[in-house]
C-alpha cells in the first residue's frame, strides 16, 4: 500500500511528478516515473498452516502414506529483535541525499509552514533577489495542482512540482526523486516548498542544509504553541507579512517569547515579502549557507 | 496524518526483516514527545496491514515518558509536554529521551 495517501497502489505511485516547462505542454511521470518502488508481492496464501512451503501448483499430495501421525498443535512462536528505528528507510535516503547535496556544493532549504503564510511570495522575491549570485531552483510540493511552479516558472526558475495526492508531507524519497528531475547545478541553492501543514512534514528529513519555518501575522500568535515540533526543528524562523501588522490582531512579543520557549536558540526573522522589509537579513542569512 | 506513512514504515522494516510470513505482534516503542500519536498509529496499522503477513498482527505499543535536564538549573527530571519548560521556569532543555520512534521486536510463527 502506498505510504503517501493510504491507497492501493504500490508505494510513491499517489505521487506525481512534473517538471513545468516553459512551453505550452506539460507531462506528468504516472505511468513510469514510480513504478519500480518496491514490488513485494504478497504471495501467501490462506491455509498455508503446514509448514512445508511448497510452491504453488507444485504437484504434491497430502494425507496419505505419511506412515506417521502428526498432532496438530498449536504453531509455536518465536521473537525477532528489530531494535530498529521506524524512520530508518526514511533517514537513509535523506542522508544519501545530503550527502550527494553537500558533494556538489549544493544548498537545499526546507521551506515550512501552514497554507497561506507566504512561502511561495517569499520565493519569488528571493530567487529575484539572489539569482544573479547564486542559480536558485525550487521543488515544490502540494497535495493537488501547479499553480505554485507555474509562479515559480514565471520568475525564471527552474521548478519540479511534486503533487502527494492525499499525503501531507514531502518525504525522502519525493526530494531524491525530484532531485533527479530538477538536476541542480553544482554549487546551486534549492528551496523546497513543503506541503503547507505545521504537523506532518516536521517528522521528515529530507536531507537538507536548513530548516526554515514561516508564520505570518495574519496566523494566531499562539501558532507556535500549538505546533511545537514543527518549530523545535527550526534552523530559523520567519515571520512574514508584518507590513500588515497594524490591521491585525497580532502579538509579536507573545508569538516570540513562545518561540524561544521552544527552541531556546532559534533564530527568528521579522520580514515582509511583499513589501521588502528584513529581507536583507533572510538573504544574509542564505549567503551563510 | 503522518502516522499513516509511520505506519507503513513499521510493516516496511517488518517484511523487510521476516518475508512475508504470519506475524503474530509487532511492538513498537513511541516515545512521548515524539509527535507520533499511538491511537492514530494504531489506526493507521489496520489499515496498511491489509494483504500483508501482518494483516493478523497485535501492535503493542510502549509509550516511554520524556526526560529531560536543564541546563539553567541543573536538574533531570520527566517530562511528557511537548512544551517543555523545567519547573525552574527555564527552556533552556536538552531531551535525553522520550523521542524515540523504534521497532524492538516481532513475534512470528
Avoid at chain 1, 500500500?1 to 499517489?14: L, V
Avoid at chain 1, 505542454?25 to 496464501?45: L, M
Avoid at chain 1, 535516503?93 to 553537500?102: D, G, P, T
Amino acid at each position: 500500500m502506498c505510504s503517501t495517501c493510504g491507497c492501493g497502489q504500490p508505494d510513491g505511485a499517489g505521487t506525481r511528478l512534473t517538471v513545468v516547462h516553459g512551453h505550452d505542454h506539460e507531462h506528468s511521470h504516472d505511468d513510469h516515473e514510480h513504478a519500480a518502488g518496491h514490488g513485494h508481492g504478497h504471495g501467501h496464501e490462506d491455509g498455508s498452516g503446514h509448514g512445508h512451503g511448497h510452491e504453488a501448483g507444485a504437484a504434491h499430495e497430502h494425507g496419505r502414506g505419511h506412515g506417521v501421525e502428526k498432532v496438530i498443535a498449536e504453531p509455536e512462536t518465536r521473537t525477532v529483535l528489530l531494535e530498529q528505528e521506524i524512520l530508518a528507510k526514511n533517514d537513509g535516503l535523506a542522508a544519501a541525499n545530503r550527502h550527494s547535496l553537500v558533494e556538489r556544493g549544493i544548498s537545499a532549504v526546507n521551506l515550512m509552514s501552514s497554507p497561506g503564510s507566504g512561502k511561495t511570495t517569499l520565493l519569488e522575491h528571493t530567487i529575484r533577489a539572489v539569482g544573479d549570485r547564486r542559480q536558485a531552483l525550487v521543488i515544490e510540493g502540494d497535495q493537488e495542482t501547479l499553480y505554485d511552479a507555474e509562479r515559480i516558472r514565471a520568475t525564471g526558475s527552474k521548478v519540479v512540482q511534486i503533487n502527494t495526492g492525499a499525503g501531507c508531507h514531502l518525504d525522502a524519497q519525493m526530494m531524491s526523486s525530484g532531485l533527479a528531475e530538477l538536476d541542480p547545478p553544482d554549487g546551486s541553492l534549492v528551496f523546497v516548498e513543503n506541503v503547507g501543514n505545521l504537523v506532518c512534514p516536521a517528522l521528515f528529513d529530507l536531507g537538507e542544509a536548513a530548516r526554515v519555518v514561516i508564520i505570518s501575522v495574519t496566523e494566531g500568535a499562539d501558532k507556535p504553541a500549538k505546533y511545537p515540533y514543527m518549530f523545535r526543528t527550526a534552523d530559523l524562523v520567519l515571520l512574514n507579512k508584518i507590513d500588515l501588522l497594524p490591521y491585525v490582531d497580532f502579538d509579536v512579543e507573545l508569538c516570540l517569547s513562545l518561540i524561544a520557549r521552544i527552541k531556546p536558540d532559534a533564530k527568528i526573522l521579522q520580514v515582509s515579502a511583499t513589501k521588502g522589509d528584513g529581507m536583507d537579513a533572510w538573504y544574509d542569512w542564505l549567503a551563510k549557507l | 496524518m503522518h502516522e499513516l506513512a509511520i505506519a507503513e514504515s513499521v510493516v516496511g522494516a517488518v517484511v523487510d526483516k521476516v518475508g512475508d510470513g504470519a506475524v503474530v505482534a509487532v511492538r513498537v516503542e513511541i516515545g512521548r514527545l515524539s509527535g507520533v500519536v499511538a491511537d492514530s498509529l494504531r489506526f493507521c496499522f489496520e489499515v496498511v496491514v491489509n494483504g500483508t503477513g501482518l494483516q493478523d498482527a497485535r501492535l503493542d505499543i510502549d509509550e516511554p515518558s520524556g526526560r529531560a535536564y536543564c541546563r539553567t538549573c541543573g536538574d533531570e527530571f520527566e517530562l511528557d509536554d511537548p512544551i517543555m519548560l523545567c519547573p525552574c521556569g527555564s527552556a533552556d532543555l536538552e531531551v535525553l529521551s522520550g523521542q524515540q520512534l523504534r521497532i524492538i521486536s516481532v513475534e512470528v510463527v
